[in-house]
């Protein structure tokens, strides 16, 4: 098993440019989430979906979409970069049923907005 | 709402030292808690964790003990090593919530 995989790992942008995270994973998990990882602030939550065709918002999801038409896909969109949004950003999957399961982890996304 | 805060960092230690890094939280019901590790260059991965008052979750000789009294869950290792160098982040859930709530983290650095 790959576990959970991100693509890319690392990427520029400029100002204004759209881009897309792709976060999968191989565990047949229900749930995914999509955190942004900033120094000091620890992990903030983006955006989490509950299962197939669900998307629902967290803690900083202004500037941010989300997409989950597969189980085992879930997407993060920038539409209008911002530099603010320059992050690792860490995708996550947990099969759910209990709050005391393990949530899986990414390698992260590197991201710069320049 | 819930929080997590954690002991700042950066924390540098020399190789068989004892290790504790402080964790309080604030929740509004009774969560579970975790403690997850970020080797350098890698995504989180759960280090241990425990459900309920007085639990001791352990693992790699790391261990932490959930204290509802004083709403505590301070990470301790008795004896580091410089595999150990890492970010330790502190977390919770809710019951019947799938979100968790991270502290800011603490960098650990070990020397040999």
């Known amino acids: 098993n790959a576990g959970v995989t991100q693509t890319p790992k690392f990427r520029v942008l400029k100002t204004g440019q759209s881009m897309t995270l792709l976060c999968a994973q191989d565990m047949n998990h229900e749930y995914m989430y999509w955190y942004r990882q900033d120094p000091g602030m620890g992990l903030r939550l983006i955006h989490y979906?509950?299962?197939?065709?669900?998307?629902a918002k967290g803690e900083v999801p202004d500037g941010y979409n989300v997409s989950r038409l597969k189980k085992q896909n879930f997407l993060l969109g920038l539409e209008s970069a911002a530099p603010s949004q320059t992050s690792v950003y860490f995708c996550?999957?947990?099969?759910?049923?209990?709050?005391?399961?393990?949530?899986?982890f990414g390698p992260g996304t590197r991201l710069t907005v320049l | 709402g819930d929080s997590v805060t954690q002991m700042e960092g950066p924390v540098t230690l020399s190789e068989e030292a004892f290790l504790t890094i402080n964790c309080t939280y604030t929740a509004t019901g009774y969560p579970s808690l975790f403690w997850y590790v970020q080797y350098p260059g890698e995504g989180l991965q759960l280090l241990l964790k425990?459900?309920?008052?007085?639990d001791k979750g352990s693992n790699k000789g790391f261990e932490a003990t959930y204290r509802k009294e004083t709403t505590s869950f301070h990470l301790e290792k008795g004896s580091v090593q410089v595999s150990d160098s890492a970010v330790y982040f502190c977390a919770l859930a809710e019951p019947n919530d799938y979100k968790l709530s991270f502290g800011a983290g603490t960098t650990v650095t070990v020397r040999a």
């Open positions: 979906s509950v299962g197939e065709g669900t998307t």
């Open positions: 996550a999957s947990t099969q759910g049923q209990s709050s005391y399961n393990e949530q899986f």
């Open positions: 425990a459900t309920k008052a007085d």
